[in-house]
């Protein structure tokens, strides 16, 4: 293999890896639909233990684009400036995700109901009523 298609192999797998990281928790916090409310009220130390597993597998997921990154290097040096800042870009977007499923966790102690904006609180239930009927 020439070294320029090594150096393009790594960069579609730095891609494949990102794109991957970035769907799984999407895919995970979708699939579990209504489960994700049970999820949301879990003790805190329990809700902790997966976030530490998202935060693992993030950690991997960036891991693993850097591997491409310093393997690309060894046959395309000239390169390397392209590739630190593309993979600076991934790795954000794998932590971006990550933080996506880790809020949707959190957001119930994040924002309680109690507290949440409703317009009943905000115009009082009389409006809210004469708006909703007006008869």
Known sequence: MKSEDMSKEMWSLANIITGFSVAQPLA??????????????????KKTIIVVIAVVFAAIYCFAVHRCRVLAKTVEKERDPV?????????????????VFIFALYAPELFPEDKAFSPDKAMGTNVIAVIKNPN
């Open 28 to 45: 995970v916090a979708i699939a579990m639909g209504n489960e994700l409310k049970k999820f949301q009220h879990m003790p805190t130390d």
């Open 83 to 99: 590739w630190r800042e593309v993979n600076i870009g991934r790795m954000i977007c794998i932590g971006l995700f990550t933080g």
